[in-house]
């Protein structure tokens, strides 16, 4: 069913994401580690996924889990930051299961008639039309089982290789390995809770399924296979390492500095002692591999702290301030690699499916 601007006067909310229709209106949801941190991997992500698209014509999007319509807005941000003269006209089309989510979106896009939002289930209501890039944000896919995944992924890959298309398959998923969690580590599937919503009312809890590279890129492989449609390219994007919303919340690793407060503070020029944002050690039963980042990353993150720190004492507070934001920022979007380890993980698949 497709929702329209018209169909939006119903009132009220109810459900998951009923605190998340104030969250995503509420201009606080952008705060400076949203824009300084979280945006330029976001962008990275789409401008992956564009480079995979041959440019002529239209560039169509199906933004799956669209929820307010975020995709296209980021999307449209890239346009007008980046100013992408060759960023060809959008068509674009948003799924989602949540009506009053929907109902957001198409109030809030109203006047674009190159963007619709219909409602349906990612895992069977994948449109039989070629899209050239399956976007996903907010990890939508992390509401579905691994196995759901699995299938999910199978249909939509078969249905790329149906319309003898190349599309690009962007997956946004919770990071299995991220210290905002680091207690659930052992865990691949629990009950997370939105509780970092800018809203009076409470976020209930849901299962959600978390994912590390290895395991991100077995579920693509298996369904690349069931679906015959070869994937041509796969790169993958850790978001948020440090400075994830829980990291605020305490919720799932209580012992954690609430480095996302301390990182906004220190970008917005306010002074925060070093040893607030020391970055403490990982456990020594994480697999070799996340252990071995998290070693090479501590080092680099407190190096920042120690220099930052001699030099301070020269210079005005709120420029020590911004300069340390800086290059932690630089740390962490510098050792980024994609494993698993930040609050959201992202394959950029390319499917080949016109042999
Ligand atoms: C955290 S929100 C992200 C929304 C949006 N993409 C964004 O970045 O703001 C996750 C979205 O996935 C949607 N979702 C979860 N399971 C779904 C399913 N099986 N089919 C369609 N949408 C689903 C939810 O309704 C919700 O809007």
Same mark, same amino acid.
């Given at each position: 069913?497709?929702?329209?601007?018209?169909?939006?006067?119903?009132? @009220?909310?109810?459900?998951?994401?009923?605190?998340?229709?104030?969250? $995503?209106?509420?201009?606080?949801?952008?705060?400076?580690?949203?824009?300084?941190?979280?945006?330029?991997?976001?962008?990275?992500?789409?401008?992956?996924?564009?480079?995979?698209?041959?440019?002529?014509?239209?560039?169509?999007?199906?933004?799956? =889990?669209?929820?307010?319509?975020? @995709?296209?807005?980021?999307?449209?941000?890239?346009?007008?930051?980046?100013?992408?003269?060759?960023?060809?006209?959008?068509?674009?089309?948003?799924?989602?299961?949540?009506?009053?989510?929907?109902?957001?979106?198409?109030?809030?896009?109203?006047d674009e008639d190159d963007?619709?939002?219909?409602?349906?289930?990612?895992?069977?209501? &994948?449109?039989? *039309?070629?899209?050239?890039?399956?976007?996903?944000?907010?990890?939508?896919?992390?509401?579905?089982?691994?196995?759901?995944?699995?299938?999910?992924?199978?249909?939509?890959?078969?249905?790329?290789?149906?319309?003898?298309?190349?599309?690009?398959?962007?997956?946004?998923?919770? =990071?299995? $390995?991220?210290? *905002?969690?680091?207690?659930?580590?052992?865990?691949?599937?629990?009950?997370?809770?939105?509780?970092?919503?800018?809203?009076?009312?409470?976020?209930?809890?849901?299962?959600?399924?978390?994912?590390?590279?290895?395991?991100?890129?077995?579920?693509?492989?298996?369904?690349?296979?069931?679906?015959?449609?070869?994937?041509?390219?796969?790169?993958?994007?850790?978001?948020? &390492?440090?400075?994830?919303?829980?990291?605020?919340? @305490?919720?799932?690793?209580?012992?954690?500095?609430?480095?996302?407060?301390?990182?906004?503070?220190? *970008?917005?020029?306010?002074?925060?002692?070093?040893?607030?944002?020391?970055?403490?050690?990982?456990?020594?039963?994480?697999?070799d591999s996340i252990r071995?980042?998290?070693?090479?990353?501590?080092?680099?993150?407190?190096?920042?702290?120690?220099?930052?720190?001699?030099?301070?004492?020269?210079?005005?507070?709120?420029?020590?301030?911004?300069?340390?934001?800086?290059?932690?920022?630089?740390?962490?979007?510098?050792?980024?690699?994609?494993?698993?380890?930040?609050?959201?993980?992202?394959?950029? &698949?390319?499917?080949? =499916?016109?042999?």
């Open positions: 069913m497709r929702i329209t601007a018209e169909k939006t006067e119903a009132p @009220g909310q109810e459900g998951l994401y009923a605190p998340g229709i104030d969250h $995503y209106s509420s201009p606080q949801r952008r705060d400076a580690v949203k824009k300084l941190w979280e945006e330029p991997v976001t962008f990275a992500i789409l401008q992956a996924a564009l480079e995979q698209v041959p440019r002529s014509g239209n560039l169509s999007v199906m933004d799956i =889990g669209c929820g307010a319509g975020e @995709g296209l807005h980021l999307l449209k941000a890239l346009r007008a930051t980046r100013s992408l003269p060759d960023l060809p006209r959008l068509s674009y089309r948003g799924l989602d299961l949540d009506e009053g989510l929907l109902r957001l979106a198409a109030r809030t896009h109203h963007a619709e939002f219909w409602h349906g289930d990612i895992r069977t209501d &994948i449109p039989e *039309e070629p899209f050239d890039i399956y976007l996903s944000c907010g990890v939508p896919y992390s509401h579905l089982t691994a196995d759901e995944l699995q299938s999910t992924l199978s249909r939509l890959f078969r249905q790329v290789k149906q319309n003898k298309a190349q599309s690009v398959v962007v997956i946004d998923v919770l =990071g299995r $390995y991220s210290l *905002e969690w680091v207690p659930n580590w052992g865990l691949t599937r629990w009950p997370y809770r939105m509780n970092f919503f800018h809203s009076e009312q409470q976020a209930d809890t849901v299962p959600m399924t978390f994912w590390d590279a290895h395991t991100l890129s077995s579920c693509v492989r298996t369904a690349s296979a069931a679906a015959g449609c070869p994937v041509k390219r796969q790169r993958l994007f850790d978001r948020s &390492i440090m400075v994830g919303r829980h990291t605020a919340t @305490g919720q799932f690793n209580p012992g954690l500095p609430p480095y996302r407060l301390l990182v906004n503070r220190l *970008e917005n020029g306010m002074a925060v002692a070093a040893d607030e944002l020391r970055m403490p050690q990982v456990p020594d039963d994480a697999p071995m980042f998290y070693a090479g990353f501590r080092r680099q993150w407190n190096d920042v702290l120690d220099v930052m720190a001699q030099r301070a004492s020269n210079l005005p507070p709120a420029v020590a301030a911004l300069m340390l934001a800086r290059g932690l920022r630089a740390v962490e979007h510098k050792l980024a690699s994609g494993l698993g380890t930040g609050h959201s993980l992202t394959a950029v &698949i390319t499917l080949d =499916g016109r042999g």
